[in-house]
């Protein structure tokens, strides 16, 4: 049989996605993109924007409609919050997000069951999942261990989830639950698993994944724990292993985390959720930083590591925002010189205290602040690239082009990496890290292959 993943969203969906579509691939499913012909689509969907529940709804009609002997199956934070919105056609089967557990055992069902593609393929497999079958009695949010899963060139590794902030915009707070964190043993035993199998990268992900805690360790002393593993494994003749973190909240980003970062290996790549400049608005969207806070948390991971990528996600035009506000956070943004801005035009989501705030900015102006906002993004982008122009990096490589590798750096640049094949005359090094210098940033990043590390 055959199955599909298409994935909105964070990170953290990404990796979830990937531990579905290698649980399918490792009981005998043949993998393939949401643009081919399969027998059940998976949809996981996002819900931090409206744009994004269009987008799931416009792919469950796509599929659903061309697909019609086929299941698709729609889980995410979307289908936990919204399932009725969702059930648009009768091959559509709506799992929740605290339920993807069941999805990721019905692989075992249809084989034991000897259900196949036919006629009545779609409503087999929803009667697994509205039946006793189909229902995990103790949703378990960590439902799968990393190290079961065939990654592709890097590894995820979930480690927190859920979050306690209740910021005044988020939904999704609301579709995963408060912060729970997976244990430290837990953590310890599938790193060094995935070390042992090979990877050269791991990420670590979670919706708040500065607010890990488990049994009094949290996130900084966890990823102290991590690269003292990572060094351990280095001096034992193994390969390196580098850590990306997939998020830092700025009012966690102390002397302590700080410290931790410096290691060798932390990727040089953080994303910061700013979403305003203005204290004003930081309030009003029950931040738990102010601008101050912002500033220094840049500055300690400039302190800490040598030109980091530093990207940043912005709200434009949230409830109230005035001209004095955005201006505030163009302002704030220029100063601190991020090297990427995730920017959203601020979207009203139902059951947030946000959506019923007064002063809702018009479409019109929140549309024209992200503007501003984007070119000087990609204006950042461009002198980021630039200034490392003849300085070396260490490439992931991902994918061959020709004589080429696309591969990404560990400051979070998409590269291009040349002649590898003349230079090693070895042809299959998908996952590997390699050591390059970057000769040109025009029309992208172009490096030349320097050794294998």
């Keep these: 049989m055959r199955a599909a993943v298409y994935t909105l969203g964070c990170k953290l969906n990404q990796c979830e996605s990937e531990a579905l579509a290698s649980s399918f691939d490792s009981r005998g499913f043949f993998i393939g993109p949401a643009s081919e012909d399969a027998d059940i689509y998976i949809i996981n969907t996002c819900t931090v924007t409206t744009k994004a529940e269009q987008k799931a709804r416009r792919m469950i009609r796509k599929l659903s409609g061309e697909h019609p002997e086929s299941a698709v199956l729609v889980t995410g934070c979307y289908a936990q919050l919204d399932s009725a919105d969702l059930k648009l056609a009768d091959n559509v089967i709506v799992v929740p997000h605290d339920y993807k557990d069941d999805i990721n055992r019905l692989p075992s069902h249809l084989e034991e069951q000897g259900i196949s593609p036919g006629i009545d393929f779609a409503p087999r497999i929803r009667a697994f999942f509205e039946g006793d079958t189909g229902t995990a009695p103790d949703p378990d949010r960590f439902w799968y261990d990393s190290v079961d899963f065939n990654y592709h060139t890097r ?29 430290v043993d837990d953590v310890m035993k599938q790193f060094t698993a995935l070390q042992q199998k090979g990877y050269r990268e791991v990420v670590l992900t979670g919706v708040n994944l500065t607010s890990y805690n488990s049994g009094g360790i949290d996130f900084t002393a966890l990823l102290d724990e991590l690269t003292a593993e990572a060094s351990r494994s280095v001096k034992a003749g193994n390969p390196s292993v580098r850590i990306r973190l997939s998020s830092l909240e700025p009012e966690t980003i102390d002397e302590r985390m700080a410290r931790a970062v410096e290691s060798p290996f932390v990727c040089p790549h953080f994303h910061i959720p ?3 400049g203005s204290d004003r608005i930081l309030n ?19 302190e800490a590591k040598y030109d980091p990528y530093i990207a940043a996600d912005v709200i434009a035009g949230f409830p109230g925002e005035t001209d004095e506000d955005f201006e505030q956070t163009r302002s704030l943004l220029e100063d601190c010189n991020f090297t990427f ?11 947030t205290a946000a959506a019923a705030m007064k002063n809702q900015v018009p479409q019109r ?9 984007r070119k000087l ?32 750096s560990g400051n979070y640049l998409k590269t291009e ?19 390059a210098g970057i000769l040109s940033t025009e029309n992208g990043i172009r490096c030349e292959f320097l050794k294998w590390v």
């Design 377 to 408: 993004s990609a204006r950042n982008s461009a002198d980021y690239a630039e200034r490392w122009l003849g300085r070396e990096i260490e490439v992931l490589l991902e994918q061959k082009k020709g004589q080429n590798w696309l591969g990404t």
């Design 155 to 183: 590894a995820f590794l979930k480690v927190q989830d859920g979050c306690n902030n209740s910021c005044a915009y988020c939904r999704v707070t609301i579709a995963r639950g408060d912060s729970v964190s997976l244990g």
């Design 417 to 435: 990496v040349c002649d590898i094949l003349n230079n090693n005359g070895d042809d299959n090094r998908e996952g590997g890290l390699c050591r």
């Design 284 to 302: 009003l969207m029950r931040r738990h930083n102010d601008r101050s806070r912002i500033i220094s948390a840049v500055e300690r991971l400039r």
């Design 365 to 373: 102006i929140s549309g024209e602040r992200t503007n501003i906002l």
């Design 274 to 276: 700013v979403q305003s």
């Design 341 to 351: 801005l995730h920017v959203f035009p601020y979207s009203s989501r139902p059951g």
